[in-house]
């Protein structure tokens, strides 16, 4: 009498791409969060804030969350980046003979969770064109205008203006480019300079309040 067997289920093709490139966004943020902490001592004073930047982490984590094709899978992955940004800066940061804030630490986790799935709806919907790309592209062309005249208004005279008009610039260029290449259309256009402006001024009220201390205990 002979053994039954069984025929394991293939994973479907589209799944098992999602997944690798899941895989791809989290390491490419440990990656970055690591060399986040050992930037921080030997970059230049006028790219000393890239180490010490909320924009900078958002952007990376919009690009990783472009390796999936899938929309679930886009929003996962600028989760998990942020995530595991979070947890590669701790790590590297313990290896150089830091302690890791807690407080820092609970405030990045938490963005993962509420702000990573927006950064990812906005990589997906600007590949795809979808309808949420002007105001996924006005989020973060928000968030790197905000921090940017945060950075001038606020601590201009322990960092780098440059930094910071390079941040503004940045998004700037991010929203004009959108507008032009995905959505020119003359109300998504309207759209997205909207929640650009909404976006960077709740960024610059936000943080001069200090939200990190918030998650201090």
Sequence with gaps: MSASTTTPHP?????AASVGALAAAALGGLAIGALTSFSQGWLPFHLNSLSNSSGSWSVAAFLLALLPRRRWAAVA????ALACMMLGYDLASVLRGYHASAGTTAFWLTAAVLVGPF??????????????????????SGVLIGEGVYGHLVVAETTSVAYWSASVAAGLAFLVWACARRFPARRPVLTSVAV???????????????PIQWFWF
């Design 11 to 15: 994973t479907p093709p589209g799944l």
């Design 77 to 80: 992955a600028a989760a998990a």
């Design 119 to 140: 950064l990812g709806l906005t990589a997906h919907s600007l590949r795809f064109r979808t309808g949420f790309a002007p105001w996924g592209t006005g989020m973060l």
């Design 196 to 210: 650009t402006a909404v976006v960077g001024g709740a960024f610059v009220a936000v943080y001069g309040m200090n």
